[in-house]
Each structure stands twice: as C-alpha cells, then as structure tokens.
C-alpha cells in the first residue's frame, strides 16, 4: 500500500540522520497521498539508519493505523502530523526535526528574522519564522498547538522542541525547507554573537517578495 510515498518518506527520515537534522530517534516524517486520504508516517522508537520500507506505518484521517507490516507504533507525534493536514488542506508532506541551531532559538522562543534570500523559499507570508507556544510533545496540546501557526507559514519552530516545516509537492521539499530553517538559525545565531548581542540587519519582507528569476536571460526554444 502507497510504496512509493512509503520510500519517500523513508529515505527523507534517512537522510535528515545523515545530514544531522535529527539525531539517534528524535524528529518524525509523513506525507500525504492526496487521493486516498491516508497518510504514510514514520514509527515510534526505531533507528532510521536500520529503518526498512516495512517499518513504515499508514494511517487514515481518523488516526486509525489502517497498515503497519511490521506491527510498528506511529510516531507519536502523529497527532500534531494529523492537525496540520486537517489545518491545511494542501499540504501533503510534513517534516520535524530537531536540528541544533533552530532548536536554540526554539529554547529562546525567539522567531527568525528574514536575514538573507533563502527565507523566501520558506513559504512564510509575514517573512519570520514564528515560534509554536509550548506544549508537552505527544500531546493534544501540541496537535493544537501548531495550528495558528501553520495557517500562515511553511516553517515555525516549536517552543523548547525542535521545528516543522511543510510542503504541497513533496516531502523532498519539505526537507529542503527544514534545512534552509537550519541554515538561517545558525547565520542568526553568528550574527547576534558577532553583533555582540545586537538584533542585525534584516531584509524587509518587501524586498524578498521582488525575488525572481531574471528577466534578462532568454531561454532556448
């Protein structure tokens, strides 16, 4: 059921291992096949480097596990996965880590300012990367939780846990959103030590929204 997503979504979870946006069985990866409803989610408790296309777990809306071949939990985050994809009826793929330098101002709860051109691919309508107020991960509360903020923005940390990010392509993209998280928290983090403390200079969100690919270059037929 749902292979291809099931990969997907598996090979995203390993990559984030390797890449050091998740570390030993933190953080969690699901996508969404628009056609049926149901959605392919990483499971609970399992090393991601061991990880096989079995382990991986399908739910449907109604978070009722509707296949698990290998008789695995889903993360138990689940529930905050659900309530995005409810929130946000576009969204087909969903990806939390718990990268270092985001997960710093996410135990600050300080928002990322837009500092440089790649917060423009975040899918953030006011150009910050907001922080999701508290709550205890695995809870209702945290399902709740992330619901404003993921009206309005592709990316927003999670207070004292890590951060989210979301796509309607793809899971790859969401990925990719999460590492661009990553790489501005740390330039933020460099530029307020650098600074001696003192907030730098930011883009204005108008500037970013005149990004775009050059009109100078003509394309071949």
């Known amino acids: 059921m749902l292979e ?3 990969e997907q979504v598996m090979e995203v979870a390993k990559t984030a291992q390797r890449d050091g946006l998740c570390r030993h069985k933190s953080g969690n990866f699901s996508a969404r096949d628009l056609e049926s409803g149901l ?3 990483t499971p609970t408790g399992v090393d991601r480097e061991k990880m096989v296309l079995q382990d991986m777990v399908v739910m449907n809306m109604d978070a009722e596990v509707v296949e698990s071949v290998n ?3 889903p ?3 689940a529930m905050m996965h659900l309530a995005i994809y409810r929130t946000r009826k576009d969204v087909t793929a969903i990806v939390h880590t718990h990268s270092k330098f985001a997960t710093v101002f996410a135990v600050l709860n300080k928002p990322i300012p837009a500092l440089v051109y790649e917060m423009f691919h975040l899918g953030n309508a006011d150009e910050i990367i907001p922080v999701a107020p508290y709550a205890r991960p ?3 509360a945290l399902a709740e939780s992330v619901i ?3 009206k309005h923005h592709d990316a927003f940390l999670l207070q004292a846990h890590g951060d989210v990010t979301v796509d309607e392509a793809s899971i790859e993209e969401a990925y990719l959103k999460a ?3 990553e790489e ?3 330039l933020y983090e460099h530029a307020l030590l650098l600074n001696q403390g003192k907030e730098p200079e930011v883009l204005p969100a108008e500037e970013l929204q005149k990004w775009g690919y050059p009109a100078e270059i003509h394309l071949g037929k």
């Open 39 to 41: 959605v392919v989610i």
């Open 148 to 150: 404003e903020p993921v």
């Open 4 to 6: 291809e997503l099931k």
């Open 184 to 186: 501005i928290a740390e």
């Open 138 to 140: 695995g809870t209702m």
């Open 75 to 77: 993360t138990s985050e």
């Open 71 to 73: 008789g695995l939990k």
């Open 179 to 181: 590492c661009y998280v």
